[in-house]
């Protein structure tokens, strides 16, 4: 069965440094998530993606973070400047259709650990 | 704000006893979908089960069956006849055809032999 993969399945890395997280996203697949979970928080969504778009974004979506679908299979999320409050598990989604209670996919989620 | 609130961060059952989950949320929307996310260690979250809010008819997947009760805005999941492969996080979420998710905090499912 087809499934969303995730590298690298952790990360560490120094305040202020860049990040990219790699997701490939289940390939008949149109609609992509990105979603994170600070340690024993809600998983919260971050951004959606469409057509090479931002479809949505939340308000923890700043302009540290961007997305990118480099390829036809890839979809990354990047950090520019990263802070001690990155630090989350950051999982990647993606869903066939859009809305409507469209089921999503997720990945298995990239630990992400800023020192 | 639509919210999705977990109350239980763990829960025990016996293997072959039955469990409930339990799930509130808050919403102002009539049209909305509430999903059963499972998440077993180190492993993505699956899909457990999903129900549509204008039905009615709880919705059941093998051991997995909900209790949607729309008016009380409540969402449960019952597994039946436990199994030890059931041991995992229990993601509760909502979305109302938006493109985003709203997550509950998780519970934890721990089952014993």
């Known amino acids: 069965e087809p499934e969303v993969t995730q590298t690298p399945s952790h990360q560490v890395t120094q305040m202020g440094q860049e990040v990219i997280l790699r997701c490939v996203p289940i390939?008949?697949?149109?609609?992509f998530y990105w979603y994170r979970q600070i340690l024993g928080q809600k998983v919260e969504f971050l951004v959606s993606?469409?057509?090479?778009?931002?479809?949505?974004k939340s308000e923890i979506f700043d302009d540290q973070f961007s997305v990118e679908r480099p390829d036809g299979s890839n979809f990354t999320l990047k950090i520019r400047s990263t802070k001690l409050e990155d630090s989350a598990m950051y999982f990647c989604a993606s869903s066939e259709l859009r809305g409507g209670g469209e089921t999503q996919y997720f990945g298995p989620g990239t630990r992400l650990l800023v020192l | 704000a639509q919210t999705v609130t977990q109350s239980q961060p763990e829960m025990s059952v016996q293997e072959a006893e039955t469990v409930t989950l339990s799930c509130t949320y808050d919403?102002?929307?009539?049209?909305?979908?509430l999903f059963w996310y499972k998440q077993p260690p180190s492993r993505q979250m699956i899909l457990v089960i999903r129900q549509e809010a204008y039905k009615q008819q709880n919705a059941t997947e093998n051991r997995f069956s909900v209790n949607f009760q729309k008016a009380a805005k409540s969402f449960s999941l019952k597994i039946s006849d436990s199994q030890l492969g059931d041991a995992a996080m229990y993601f509760c979420?909502?979305?109302?055809?938006?493109?985003?998710?709203?997550f509950g905090t998780g519970t934890r499912l721990k089952v014993l032999a």
């Open positions: 919403t102002s929307e009539s049209d909305y979908y």
């Open positions: 390939s008949n697949h149109l609609y």
């Open positions: 979420a909502y979305t109302s055809g938006t493109y985003k998710y709203i």
């Open positions: 993606f469409y057509n090479n778009e931002i479809s949505e």
